[in-house]
């Protein structure tokens, strides 16, 4: 049997997409979500 993939959305309200460092920001420190954007998969083109 194969291991099913763990998968974490992470979600925000007002957040803009150049204030994350793994998008080129330096406006704030995201050293967490960069690790996670670095190690993960991105979806940077959905709209909900």
């Known amino acids: 049997m194969s291991k099913q993939p763990n998968i ?3 979600m ?4 803009g997409y150049e204030v994350i460092g793994a998008n080129g920001g330096s406006s ?3 050293p ?4 996670m954007a670095q190690q993960g ?8």
Do not use: G, Q
């Not at 925000?12 to 957040?15: F, K, N, V, Y």
């Not at 967490?32 to 690790?35: K, L």
């Not at 998969?41 to 909900?48: D, L, Q, S, T």
């Open 8 to 10: 974490v959305l992470i």
């Open 12 to 15: 925000s309200d007002d957040l």
């Open 28 to 30: 704030y420190k995201t």
């Open 32 to 35: 967490s979500i960069d690790s």
């Open 41 to 48: 998969m991105r979806f940077e083109n959905a709209h909900v």
